[in-house]
Structure formats: structure tokens, C-alpha cells
């Protein structure tokens, strides 16, 4: 480990040797980039020469103690004491950041959430998730951006698509991906029983066009009047598009915006982004028979995470975490670190035990 880390120090000097030349600092794109290869390398160097510093440190302090005597002994044998649970703590924090980078990290996500299986009462939870991401991305200081949302009868969303923009927000929401389940009394029980219901929430990487290149003679569009619930007309002119990918079938629907321009715009960035993560499971799936579809069906039975309201909880119930909170309050306010960083942590252990 040490090796790599000598070897990550002479790339940070390269890189900033090619940060002084005049030629990438009148690039933009060059400068940009070398810049955040910088910053990846400095995080890394930075936690090995706290590493390396801690080792030579305690295997000085161990010599030093086999020759002490008296009280400069147990001066010695304190400073030991001290060094060895914090050689560790910084080696398993060094072998996390060594860990190979997911692809998608440096990309902004588009999120939708839809509500499936419970009726008017699974469009009101989709609408609970939404305003939790909401709160969780004002918490993690991420740019949130709604795309499109259709409201259900009684305010909640049968569908809601954002984007978020950030630090690390794609290694944080990808696990959010799949069916979420709520156990409830709905506001439309008369006779105050529990209900169970589901919504699904999708992570998509937002695709660049360097990605995903889409030919215009692929898609069909096609141009309609808004609506709102119930179905009646928000708009008297031919505003919303629906934009279909010929070759795959994939369609995507934005009514938002007031023009037929902007909403294309929109519906663009979803339908490439849509493209991107089938074309990285189609990769995914030539390297594992047992890949799996993020949300499945949207079945109350296929969820990956409980929300129960009278025990005031939320369970993970995935392999990956495995994880029960009992602040279900806290939780749909933003409050979702403790599970998303518990999912993190499992997810970079079973990393290391796969010897990623």
C-alpha cells in the first residue's frame, strides 16, 4: 500500500507540474480537468503520508520502549498506547480511498419517483420521498433541480423526476434506487387501519452528450396540451412532449414548461440519461447472471427499504446494510445520513472483502 502511495505522489507531481504550464492553463477544459485529477490525488496522498507518518512513528516508539528504563519506560510504552489503534483506523480509512472509483461519481443524477402499488395513498408517499430528497439535498448543499412532476387528486405525485447536482451525489442516491414501502394509516382510512403501500424511486447518472449520442432520425416527438389531475387542460396551446426512442421504445413526457423547446430540452436529458443506465446494465448483465432490475415490478414485496409510521421506524432490508433506525421523523425530514452512510460503509467493505 505504501508502493501505491509513492507511486500517487509522483502522479500529483505531474499533475502539478501540468497545472504550471501555460498551454493547459489556457484550456478550460484541460485546466478542469487536471484540476480535479489534482484534487482526487491530494485527498489520497495526503491520508497515505498520515498513514506512513503514523507507522514509522510507532515503530520508532516500540524501539524506543524495548530500550527505556524507569520513567521514560512508561513515557514510551503511553506514546504505544496511543499509536496503535491509530494505525489501523488510518490504514482501513486509506484502503477505502484506494478503493476503484465508480464511473458515474462525477455525474449529476436524475431521480424519479413514482408511486405504484396503494393507490391514491402510494402517489402520497412518492410525494413523502420526494420532499425527503428535497431536505436531503439541502443538508449535503446539492443543487436540486424539478423536471417534471404530475400531481395526483389529492396532492400527492403519481410521478416526479429531478435532477441533483453535487459532491458525492451519486455514491450517496444510487442505493436509493428501488421500491420503497410504507405502512400506514392513509388519510383515507375511515376506520383507522394499516395500510401497506409502495413507490419506486429510479437513480439514473445524467448522461453528456459524449455519452449518449441520440440521432434525431431515431426518435418520434410528438406535441399535446398539459394536464393536470383528473386530466383536465392547464395550458391552451401545444406545450408538452413526448419524446419516443424508436430503436429501444423508451419514452419520456415533460409538460413543466410553457414552450414546446424548453420541454424537449428536458425530456432529452431524461430519455439520454435512461439510455446510459440501460446501456451500463446491458454491460452489467454480459459480466453477471445475476444482475437484477433496480426497482422490479414496484411490488410492495420487492421493496428495499420499510417505512413504518406507528413504530416510528425505517428498515434497509438489502444485504448491503441491513440497517433499522427508529427516527422514521427525522428520517423523511433529510435526515438520511445514518443509512446513507451505512450503506456506503457496506458497500466498500464488501469491496475490500471481494479484494477490489
Do not use: C
Not at 502511495?5 to 509522483?10: C, F, N, V
Not at 441533483?164 to 420503497?180: A, F, I, N, P, Y
Amino acid at each position: 500500500m505504501l508502493d501505491r502511495i509513492e507511486a500517487l505522489e509522483r502522479e500529483l507531481h505531474d499533475v502539478e507540474v501540468r497545472l504550471g504550464d501555460p498551454d493547459v492553463q489556457s484550456d478550460n477544459a484541460k485546466r478542469e480537468a487536471e484540476g480535479r485529477r489534482y484534487a482526487e490525488l491530494k485527498e489520497v496522498v495526503d491520508a497515505g503520508r498520515a498513514y506512513r507518518t503514523a507507522v514509522e512513528d510507532l515503530e520508532a516508539a516500540r524501539e524506543m520502549a524495548a530500550e527505556a528504563t524507569g520513567d521514560e519506560l512508561e513515557e514510551m510504552a503511553a506514546m504505544v498506547a496511543e499509536l496503535e489503534p491509530e494505525v489501523p483506523r488510518l490504514e482501513e480509512e486509506l484502503k477505502f480511498m484506494l478503493l476503484p472509483k465508480d464511473p458515474n461519481d462525477k455525474k449529476n443524477v436524475i431521480v424519479e419517483v413514482r408511486g405504484t402499488e396503494g393507490g391514491e395513498e402510494a402517489n402520497l408517499f412518492a410525494r413523502d420521498l420526494y420532499e425527503m430528497y428535497v431536505s436531503f439535498a439541502k443538508r449535503q448543499s446539492w443543487k436540486l433541480e424539478t423536471l417534471e412532476g404530475k400531481p395526483s387528486d389529492m396532492g400527492g405525485f403519481s410521478e416526479v423526476t429531478f435532477l441533483l447536482k453535487g459532491d458525492s451525489v451519486w455514491s450517496r442516491m444510487k442505493h436509493e434506487g428501488g421500491t420503497h414501502r410504507v405502512q400506514r394509516v392513509p388519510v383515507t382510512e375511515s376506520q383507522g387501519r394499516i395500510h401497506t403501500s409502495a413507490a419506486t424511486v429510479t437513480v439514473l447518472p445524467e448522461a453528456e452528450e459524449v455519452d449518449i449520442e441520440i440521432d434525431e432520425n431515431e426518435l418520434k416527438v410528438d406535441y399535446y396540451r398539459s394536464s393536470g389531475p383528473g386530466g383536465q387542460s392547464v395550458n391552451t396551446t401545444d406545450s408538452a412532449v413526448r419524446i419516443t426512442h424508436i430503436p429501444t421504445g423508451v419514452q419520456v413526457s415533460m409538460q413543466d414548461e410553457k414552450s414546446q423547446i424548453q420541454n424537449k430540452a428536458k425530456a432529452l436529458r431524461v430519455l439520454r440519461s435512461r439510455l446510459l443506465k440501460a446501456e451500463q446494465d446491458r454491460q452489467a448483465a454480459e459480466l453477471s447472471e445475476a444482475r437484477r432490475d433496480q426497482v422490479g415490478g414496484g411490488g410492495r414485496s420487492e421493496k428495499i427499504r420499510t417505512y413504518n409510521f406507528k413504530e416510528n421506524r425505517v428498515s434497509d432490508h438489502r444485504d448491503l446494510g441491513g440497517i433499522t433506525v427508529h427516527n422514521l421523523d427525522k428520517v423523511l425530514a433529510g435526515e438520511l445520513d445514518e443509512v446513507s452512510d451505512a450503506l456506503l460503509h457496506a458497500e466498500r467493505q464488501a469491496q475490500l472483502e471481494d479484494g477490489a
